[in-house]
T-cell receptor, first 111, second 113 residues
């Protein structure tokens, strides 16, 4: 069963602009993770935010988590053509072992 | 370098044939996972293993089988009972803790001949 739902499904921006992707989920979570997937490759972990955290940074990435709204956002600042990829949110439910992935946001950064 | 190796990168299956996808990790992780990814979609869990000699069905286990005889290896067999096997298969591992990320291989693309 799918837990995270990303929005938008696809996003096209110019190099240098910021990209924001959103994720909503339905149940109580232990943590929320963001992954990146280049075409035809495996997923690469970007950042993990725990349920008791609200904001987390990693380089040009900024993730927020609002557990009251069951939502998260991923902000990529000063985007580059190399950021072109699909981005997935994934949730680890409280007391569960499985990580559940959303359908992803396809980001296209034009040079 | 530590990582996860999946092979082959491309695989073709004939009618009625079982095929096995290989997944090896040298990260010393306890937990391993198999996911299926269809075009434009997220990942669906097929099987997972928290420890050697133990594994559990995921959300779409029908038509698949696995084994976990060694910590570093978690092969997936796509049996002839899986009527729609064409997909991208991803293997992952983690150290099993609730706040640990998963590390992925580069996948195997399976197609029907």
């Amino acid at each position: 069963s799918q837990q995270g739902e990303e929005d938008p499904q696809a996003l096209s921006i110019q190099e240098g602009e910021n990209a924001t992707m959103n994720c909503s989920y339905k149940t109580s979570i232990n943590n929320l993770q963001w992954y990146r997937q280049n075409s035809g490759r495996g997923l690469v972990h970007l950042i993990l935010i725990r349920s008791n955290e609200r904001v987390k940074h990693s380089g040009r990435l900024r993730v927020t988590l609002d557990t009251s709204k069951k939502s998260s956002s991923l902000l990529i600042t000063a985007s580059r053509a190399a950021d072109t990829a699909s981005y997935f949110c994934a949730t680890r439910n409280t007391g569960g072992f499985k990580t559940i992935f959303g359908a992803g946001t396809r980001l296209f950064v034009k040079a | 370098d530590g990582g996860i190796t999946q092979s082959p990168k491309y695989l073709f299956r004939k009618e009625g044939q079982n095929v096995t996808l290989s997944c090896e990790q040298n990260l010393n992780h306890d937990a391993m996972y198999w996911y299926r990814q269809d075009p434009g979609q997220g990942l669906r869990l097929i099987y997972y293993s928290q420890i050697v000699n133990d594994f559990q069905k995921g959300d779409i286990a029908e038509g698949y089988s696995v084994s976990r005889e060694k910590k570093e290896s978690f092969p997936l067999t796509v049996t002839s009972a899986q009527k729609n096997p064409t997909a991208f298969y991803l293997c992952a591992s983690s150290d099993g803790g609730p706040n640990q990320p998963q590390h992925f291989g580069d996948g195997t693309r399976l197609s029907i001949l």
